[in-house]
């Protein structure tokens, strides 16, 4: 069965600065989607950002990138310049090419320290 | 609606109660999708529909749990003789396109049950 593992509850960052946020998977497939969610205090989760396994080149959205490492199963979010608005929990999540479902670790509260 | 909305936010019920869950997707959005996330804790996926295909009800944790869809529209998960342990936040979320084809989903706000 595939698994999500972020191995860090809880995660702080002064102002501006950059952040890594660790997420390791699990998986026997070779054609699949990762993907970085972002839940607000609000509740409402939203994506940040997503990887296609196929493609080796590291997804990027503004100042979030993603690392990357297929033979190791690693996928981790880097945040550059970090603002306040980015604390929230962070969670990886996995999705095969055929199966529907998305796969959620449980996640990263991140805390932005001014 | 602009976005997935759910109802109640909020709902408190006495053990062993029934209650229902209702979710109203983005329009157009062909997938539906429940999960379940207790307090700390990540998101715990229940059932999945998609267009008219058969929903995958693999998640659902016992036989107390069901989920509707009325063909591309509205949904309700229906939690039988609610426990203790069935208190959590439970989203919805809509995608225009199969997970898998890399359709990003949608999240409503969530409904809050509290079973006393």
């Known amino acids: 069965a595939q698994t999500v593992t972020q191995s860090q509850p809880e995660m702080s960052v002064q102002e501006a600065e950059t952040v890594t946020l660790s997420c390791t998977y699990d998986?026997?497939?070779?054609?699949?989607?990762l993907f970085w969610y972002k839940q607000p205090p609000s509740r409402q989760m939203i994506l940040v950002i997503r990887q296609e396994a196929y493609k080796q080149q590291n997804a990027t959205e503004n100042r979030f990138s993603v690392n990357f490492q297929k033979a190791a199963k690693s996928f981790s979010l880097k945040i550059s310049d970090s603002q306040l608005g980015d604390a929230a929990m962070y969670f990886c999540?996995?999705?095969?090419?055929?199966?529907?479902?998305?796969?959620f670790g449980k996640g990263t509260r991140l805390h932005i320290l001014p | 609606g602009a976005g997935v909305s759910q109802s109640p936010s909020n709902k408190v019920t006495e053990k062993g109660k029934d209650v229902e869950l209702r979710c109203d997707p983005i329009?157009?959005?062909?997938?539906l999708y429940w999960y379940r996330q207790r307090l700390g804790q990540g998101l715990e996926f229940l059932i999945y529909?998609?267009?008219?295909?058969?929903?995958?009800k693999s998640g659902l944790p016992s036989d107390r749990f069901s989920a509707e869809r009325t063909g591309e529209s509205v949904s309700t998960l229906t939690i039988q003789r609610t426990q203790q342990e069935d208190s959590a936040v439970y989203l919805c979320?809509?995608?225009?396109?199969?997970?898998?084809?890399?359709?990003?989903?949608?999240f409503g706000e969530g409904s809050r049950l509290t079973v006393l």
């Open positions: 529909f998609q267009g008219n295909s058969a929903p995958d």
């Open positions: 979320a809509s995608s225009l396109a199969a997970s898998g084809a890399g359709g990003e989903l949608f």
């Open positions: 998986t026997s497939e070779s054609d699949y989607y």
């Open positions: 329009s157009g959005h062909t997938a």
């Open positions: 999540a996995y999705s095969l090419n055929r199966d529907d479902k998305i796969i």
